[in-house]
């Protein structure tokens, strides 16, 4: 069973909206290339067998860890790395690049149903060598790709500027287009159960494309398919986190959505984004990651700005707005981390030790 670490992590607390003693802070893509260690690792070792192998997605999952008072870990892994379970030919150059595209309802079919156990077992296994290594009160996201974004990759075939051939895919042929995101919303709600029932803690969702889609066509394909994957895991107990990149666009239909957290980007302020959710859910984010490239001095005013603009009411979680660039400098970082815990600690008055 799934420790009781609700009562010890602050990033748990938050995300349930009930008072914290300081703001959670973790960091978007934490592990990996900014790091000298991840490289160095990297230079000996390829991705997929990073991902593929247990002990060094544990060793990689931990290395922010080690630098950093984060407050979570995320598993070191891919969004794409399930899809080879289903049968997908999958390479990463460093991108994900799949060797054919999916573009016809019989290939759509032909995907296989994924059974993590089976098709993923060394996820699995990473997640239990993560939580046996890392403190009770630092608890494991498991992640999976949104639909959409993965539907992205399967039909470009390879990262494109704006996805063009994925959109029009879903002009020219939208009853396939449905059933592709209808089995990956199916898929991914597995993989996140069995990333929970393995140990993970909190379960993200990462919807980096979505922004690309106009209102109506965002709810009906990306929305939808989102929202069939987060209501199958309602019952797991866990918090949920919805990430959608660009949403500026879309925060009233992400309102609806069926989970505790939703991850934003950082082109809207936060306070808009807490009156355009409502009440009832925590936010996630939303320095820009281009912000870590400022002086020490202008990177606090940065991080500050964020802080205020979440405003004293319970339920923020600090992050990047999206991954942090492999430029990046880890001092910053480090600074970043100090910064927010510092500041949020003495900016509330009512803050309370976790009971
Ligand atoms: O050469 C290398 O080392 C591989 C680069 C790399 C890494 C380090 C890829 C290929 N994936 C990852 C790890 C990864 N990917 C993590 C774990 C690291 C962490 O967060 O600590 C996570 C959560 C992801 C998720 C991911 N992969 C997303 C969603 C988040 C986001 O940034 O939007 C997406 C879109 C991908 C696709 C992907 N995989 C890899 C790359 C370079 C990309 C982006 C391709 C593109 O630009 O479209």
Known sequence: ????????????????????????????RQA????????????????????????LAAEVTLQPL??????????????MTPLQGMGVDLSFAPGPVVREPLRTLAAIEALRELEPERDVPFVLESI????????????????????FTLFCYLVCGRPEKEFETARAF???????SLRLLERLADAMSA???????????????????????????????????AQRTLAALRGTGVPRIYYVNQAGALMEA?????????????????DQVRRRLGPDKAVQ??????????????????AARVLAEAGPAPGHIFNLGHGIWPQADPQAVARLVDYVHDRSARAAPAAKALS
């Open 66 to 79: 080690k630098r950093f008072a984060l407050d979570a870990a995320i598993l070191f892994s891919d969004i």
């Open 170 to 176: 879903l002009y020219s042929q939208p009853q396939a």
């Open 191 to 225: 993989y996140l159960a069995a990333q929970a029932s393995a140990g993970a803690q909190a379960l993200m969702l990462f919807e980096s494309w979505a922004g690309l889609l106009a209102p109506p066509a965002f709810e009906r394909f990306a929305l939808h398919a």
């Open 285 to 302: 984010g939303n320095l820009d990651p281009a912000a870590l490239f400022a002086s020490a001095d202008e990177l606090e005013r940065q």
């Open 128 to 147: 239990r060598l993560v939580r046996a290594a890392v403190p009770r009160d630092v608890p494991l996201i498991g992640f999976a790709g949104g639909p």
């Open 254 to 270: 992400v309102a609806g959505v069926d989970a505790e957290v939703i991850g934003v980007d950082w082109r809207v302020p936060l």
């Open 1 to 28: 069973m799934t420790a009781p670490a609700a009562e010890t992590s602050v990033f748990l607390a938050a995300c349930r909206r009930r008072p914290v003693p300081y703001t959670p802070i973790w960091i978007m």
């Open 32 to 55: 990996g290339r900014y790091l000298p260690e991840y490289r160095q690792l990297r230079a000996k070792v390829d991705f997929e067998t990073l991902t593929r192998t247990p002990e």
